[in-house]
């Protein structure tokens, strides 16, 4: 089991940025994928960074290419996603994930709210 608390949260105004982090506990140690996924009301879910835990170039969905960049602490267990000029089209509820073949694990998710 692995378990996934994302922090980071909250309102800023268009152009602003956040940055969201994820802290992963439990069986970490065979974790090979993580990203961040968003949720927009009335939307299916979008996978919007995808880092893995050994290393290797991150991809990232088209809509924020050039703006978000994903990270992760190994010592820590932490992957983070820092967020630069935000659009109202970047609110949603941002969920942590994880895969551990052949699991996926989520965390509870953290709004992001960008006021025009």
């Known amino acids: 089991q692995v378990q996934l608390v994302e922090s980071g949260g909250g309102l800023v105004q268009a152009g602003g940025s956040l940055r969201l982090s994820c802290a992963a506990s439990?069986?970490?140690?065979?974790?090979?994928?993580m990203a961040w996924v968003r949720q927009a009301p009335g939307k299916t879910r979008e996978f919007v960074a995808t880092?893995?835990?050994?290393?290797?170039?991150?991809t990232y969905a088209d809509s924020v290419k050039g703006r978000f960049t994903i990270s992760r602490d190994n010592a820590k267990n932490t992957v983070y996603l820092q967020m630069n000029s935000l659009k109202p089209d970047d609110t949603a509820v941002y969920y942590c994930?994880?895969?551990?073949?052949?699991?996926?694990?989520w965390g509870q998710g953290t709004q992001v709210t960008v006021s025009s």
């Open positions: 439990g069986r970490t140690f065979s974790t090979d994928v």
């Open positions: 880092i893995r835990w050994s290393g290797g170039s991150p």
């Open positions: 994930y994880a895969h551990q073949a052949p699991y996926t694990y």
